[in-house]
């Protein structure tokens, strides 16, 4: 049976990961409220029940305060820490005052990010650290100078990238001895180009294509674990309104919620299945909060198996709004 990157790399996880951007509140700086904290704690606990135990943040969700309530529900209940994959990101810095936001690979606040990060989740060290999106000044030695600290003192135990081209992981992994576990990008049947590179070589259409050519088949490759983020398209194909959207959008989003029905499954099972077909065994990261949703999600692995090549055909091209070239 096929594994996924990761557990081939000693990582054992669930195919599917929680997102923890909406944790905490707001993007602001009030104070966490109970609220909050009771609505995380409900999105983990239905997460947890099942069965997905890998879990993404960012130094800058909600402004530190998504790690923050994640660390609280940690303190509370510390024997969830060696159940769960934690990941985290870092090398964005939010807009402060007059400096616009902008990005930051620079050794220093790479190791100040992490510090932060694991303050505030109140844990020792990270199973992965993630470079959130590419830095132009990015100076590859001075990322693994970082690197190489953070796995020498054992704060990271994996590292990756997120929404990198093929060119930009290979000029980084020249000066870095430690090969990127993974890949975080943004897909879904709502954002298509990582597909639609691979249909359209030599096709002019394929000139508004807008995905690093040949990063699915890189991945592949190199044993790189490939996770989505917006992978329910934030709930367009299953369940949200659709009435101001584009005929393809709602056409899929009945095709969808016909296939649930005949299958006895629910949309995002459907959603999720579509993305976790794909070979390269997509990882998706799910950003809802919302416990019942979590829990609508269960049964997408199943539906990835069970799902025909012509079924899985049927979605993209309807989506896509084209026949195949
Ligand atoms: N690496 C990066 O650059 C990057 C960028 C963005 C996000 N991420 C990660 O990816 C995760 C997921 O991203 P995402 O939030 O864009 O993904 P998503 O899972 O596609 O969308 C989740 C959003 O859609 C809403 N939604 C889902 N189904 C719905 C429905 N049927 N009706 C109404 N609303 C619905 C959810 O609201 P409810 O909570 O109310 O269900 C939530 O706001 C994030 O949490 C984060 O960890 C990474």
Not at 88 to 99: E, N, Q, T
Not at 171 to 181: G, K, N, V, W, Y
Not at 310 to 323: F, M, N, P, T, V
């Amino acid at each position: 049976m096929k594994v996924m990157p990761l557990t081939s790399r000693g990582i054992s996880t669930s195919r599917l990961v929680l997102g923890c951007m909406p944790f905490g509140g707001g993007w602001n700086n009030d104070p966490i409220t109970e609220t909050d904290r009771l609505s995380a704690e409900k999105a983990v606990d239905a997460a947890l029940s099942i069965g997905i135990s890998m879990f993404d943040h960012a130094n800058i969700y909600t402004r530190g305060k998504a790690e923050e309530t994640f660390g609280g529900i940690l303190r509370n209940r510390p024997q969830l820490r060696e159940q769960m994959v934690i990941q985290s990101k870092c090398g964005i810095r939010l807009a402060d005052g007059s400096v616009p936001g902008h990005f930051d690979f620079s050794k220093e606040h790479i190791l100040e990010s992490v510090d932060g990060i694991l303050g505030r989740l109140g844990i020792e060290y990270l199973d992965i650290l993630l470079l959130h999106r590419p830095d132009p000044l990015v100076e590859p030695e001075e990322v693994a100078e970082a690197l190489g600290q953070l796995k020498s003192s054992g704060k990271v135990r994996y590292f990756g990238v997120s929404n990198m081209s093929v060119a930009q992981m290979r000029f980084l992994q020249r000066s870095i001895p430690d090969q990127f576990a993974v890949n975080q990008l943004e897909m879904s049947l709502g954002h298509l180009d990582f597909l639609n590179q691979s249909i359209l070589v030599n096709q002019e259409s394929g000139a508004n294509v807008n995905f690093s050519e040949g990063l699915m088949e890189h991945c592949q490759m190199e044993n790189i674990q490939i996770q989505s983020w917006g992978p329910l398209a934030q709930g367009r194909f299953s369940g949200r309104s659709v009435e101001d959207e584009p005929e393809n959008v709602q056409k899929t989003a009945a095709l969808v919620q016909q296939m649930a029905q005949e299958k006895g499954t629910t949309p995002e099972a459907i959603v999720l299945g579509w993305l976790m077909k794909h070979p390269a065994m997509i990882q998706p990261v799910i950003g809802t909060i919302n416990a019942e949703r979590i829990i609508a999600c269960k049964d997408a692995e199943r539906q990835s198996q069970l799902m025909t090549r012509e079924e899985w055909y049927c979605l993209y091209i309807s989506a896509r709004g084209q026949a195949m070239p």
